[in-house]
């Protein structure tokens, strides 16, 4: 059975920071394309951030881009997203994504086909 655990989610203040970590199990996804959702009440689900299976390309969403940095350890099948500076508007469910699809190199923004369970992150102001 293919999972994807995210952790790290919580309360905190604006102005500080978050790690996410994001640990699949049951295949590898060294050679594909991972991402980084968020869902916040009442809006749709954006994608914030993407990265190739090597670590060569990344995609960042305007609203995080200085602020949030996703990296990948293959040999850990994990994806992690270190967000700094946060927001009040940064409070949402984030969720990782894998894209089983996307070669290796490649980078996706669409087509995400496994999916963790979702991690909190309530940013308070």
């Known amino acids: 059975q293919v999972q994807l655990v995210e952790s790290g989610g919580g309360l905190v203040q604006a102005g500080g920071s978050l790690r996410l970590s994001c640990a699949a199990s049951g295949r590898t996804f060294s050679n594909n394309a991972m991402c980084w959702f968020r869902q916040a009440p009442g809006k749709e689900r954006e994608l914030l951030a993407a990265?190739?299976?090597?670590?060569?390309?990344?995609y960042y969403k305007d609203s995080v881009k200085g602020r949030f940095t996703i990296s990948r350890d293959n040999a850990k099948n994990s994806v992690y997203l270190q967000m700094n500076s946060l927001k009040p508007e940064d409070t949402a469910v984030y969720y990782c994504a894998a894209n089983s699809r996307t070669s290796y190199g490649a980078i996706s923004t669409r087509g995400y086909d496994y999916w963790g369970q979702g991690t909190q992150v309530t940013v308070s102001s």
């Open positions: 990265i190739s299976s090597n670590g060569g390309s990344l």
